[in-house]
């Protein structure tokens, strides 16, 4: 008599067993330190700044703050 790994109640649910409960606690403890570890965005950083007009001649590029910013994590 063969009994599948999962064994099901009267009910036909599926019982729950140490490595499905340890996975969920793993996965929770998880996303609690992700959470910890993310950093949380000033509130006055979050206002749209307003948009400077296009170049008349084209291009565009420009060393803005968020470019500097970008810059920085890059170094070693």
Known sequence: MN???RS???EGRTGLNR???FAGASTVGALAAAVT???GAP???T???EPRP???RGGGY???DHVKQYYQTTRI
């Open 37 to 39: 570890l993310i950093p």
């Open 3 to 5: 009994k599948s790994p």
């Open 19 to 21: 490595r499905t409960l």
């Open 54 to 56: 296009a170049p008349a």
């Open 62 to 64: 420009s060393l803005s």
């Open 43 to 45: 509130a006055e950083d």
């Open 8 to 10: 099901t109640n009267e």
């Open 47 to 49: 206002a749209a700044a």
